[in-house]
T-cell receptor, first 112, second 109 residues
């Protein structure tokens, strides 16, 4: 298995633009997580899904952030409109039945 | 509020030496404590997972300990190698994991 696949790896966008981050979890994993990582705050959980259903989105910072999981093999995190303070590395992770969590390589987002 | 605090923030050691990283947590509900290694520009990779009933778990040269009474965990690295240079992140909880900001380890010749 190729692991959790995220795209793009890097994204530079202008303030106010819409940004969409994509994730393909490991096949057979029933949990999917979106995290944001910054130097100051470390890894912060934004939202997680179980069997494609959003379970807890209390970590989503504002209404500008939204996430979907239309099927078991794909999820998106959208920011609209983007702001400079959204600049961070965004990680997607999936979890197997043994509770092992596997992270993708992340998307480094820079909003200028 | 769930919190995970790690120390030291950064550490430099010579190749071949041992080191211990610390993690204090106040997380509820708590079902497991995890240590991850994160190389620069990469995603975190799991080193160990411990439930509250486990005191120690090893993965090669990495040994994690857990004291559920004091809510403390440590990660001991034996005979360090240059490839151990990375950020080590501690996290705990249930479905919602709370992570610390990590310890940046540098191993030098």
């Amino acid at each position: 298995d190729a692991g959790v696949i995220q795209s793009p790896r890097h994204e530079v966008t202008e303030m106010g633009q819409e940004v969409t981050l994509r994730c393909k979890p490991i096949s057979g994993h029933d949990y999917l997580f979106w995290y944001r990582q910054t130097m100051m705050r470390g890894l912060e959980l934004l939202i997680y899904f179980n069997n494609n259903v959003p379970i807890d989105d209390s970590g989503m910072p504002e209404d500008r952030f939204s996430a979907k999981m239309p099927n078991a093999s794909f999820s998106t995190l959208k920011i609209q409109p983007s702001e400079p303070r959204d600049s961070a590395v965004y990680f997607c992770a999936s979890r197997n039945e043994n509770r092992e969590v596997f992270f993708g390589q992340g998307t480094r987002l820079t909003v200028v | 509020k769930n919190q995970v605090e790690q120390s030291p923030q950064s550490l430099i050691i010579l190749e071949g030496k041992n080191c211990t990283l610390q993690c204090n947590y106040t997380v509820s509900p708590f079902s497991n404590l995890r240590w991850y290694k994160q190389d620069t520009g990469r995603g975190p990779v799991s080193l160990t997972i411990m439930t509250f009933s486990e005191n120690t778990k090893s993965n090669g040269r990495y040994t994690a300990t857990l004291d559920a009474d004091t809510k403390q965990s440590s990660l001991h690295i034996t005979a360090s190698q240059l490839s151990d240079s990375a950020s080590y992140i501690c996290g705990g909880g249930g479905n919602k994991l709370t992570f610390g900001t990590g310890t940046q380890l540098k191993v030098e010749l």
